[in-house]
């Protein structure tokens, strides 16, 4: 069931340009989002999350747009920096998490 | 404070095996979560416990099945193995399911078990 869709499975941006990560949902009743990010050999661990109730929330140099009417959220890193390269899953949360299949991120310096 | 703990790590099975994958939950932590990822694939939602119930369940089939202990550790035990159940299998725990904010969604996440079906 994909009610989660990342389109882009990659994505290569220049070091200190902006990385900009879309994701699209499905599902009206998810009212949590939330960007993981992956390292090979580990588990995913949390970058950022939006409440369904905003539209925009920043920590550093991440910020995550959502975009309600369009069921679409995006996520901004500025600047992007080598150490930002890894797999990115966009998630939406109701009772569970659902996840997208990923966009790999490359930071070339 | 521990985290997420995962076994075993690697392990090969046969086709019509059964295997049963462990996970012990963060500290503080009464919702547990097991995801299926496939090479080149997010993870993909099995199911989740909460309180030693499952408390909702993606799309499949019986053959999955899983546990939650009373200290909040699970595991997750498929029967029947297929070549299609190799993946890497994710167990995460939470902090409370359902909950109405932001720190209590988050997933925390183990490594994983990379399940071989021959």
């Known amino acids: 069931d994909q009610q989660v869709k990342q389109n882009s499975p990659s994505l290569s941006v220049q070091e200190g340009r902006i990385s900009i990560l879309n994701c699209d949902y499905t599902?009206?009743?998810?009212?949590?989002f939330l960007w993981y990010k992956k390292y090979p050999a580990e588990g995913p661990t949390f970058l950022i999350s939006i409440s369904s109730i905003k539209d925009k929330n920043e920590d550093g140099r991440f910020t995550v747009f959502l975009n309600k009417s369009a069921k679409h959220l995006s996520l901004h890193i500025v600047p992007s920096q080598p150490g930002d390269s890894a797999v990115y899953f966009c998630a939406a949360s109701n009772n569970d998490m659902r996840f997208g299949a990923g966009t790999r991120l490359t930071v070339k310096p | 404070e521990t985290g997420v703990t995962q076994s075993p790590t690697h392990l090969i099975k046969t086709r019509g095996q059964q295997v049963t994958l462990r996970c012990s939950s963060q500290s503080g932590h009464n919702t547990v979560s097991w995801y299926q990822q496939a090479l080149g694939q997010g993870p993909q939602f099995i199911f989740q416990?909460?309180?030693?119930?499952?408390?909702g369940r993606g799309n499949f089939p019986p053959r999955f099945s899983g546990l939650q202990f009373p200290n909040y550790s699970s595991e997750l035990n498929v029967n029947a193995l297929e070549l299609d159940d190799s993946a890497l299998y994710l167990c995460?725990?939470?902090?409370?399911?359902?909950?109405?904010?932001?720190?209590?969604?988050?997933?925390?996440f183990g490594e994983g078990s990379r399940l071989t079906v021959l």
């Open positions: 995460a725990s939470s902090a409370l399911s359902g909950s109405r904010t932001a720190a209590g969604r988050e997933l925390f």
């Open positions: 416990y909460y309180r030693e119930e499952e408390n």
């Open positions: 599902n009206s009743m998810f009212d949590y």
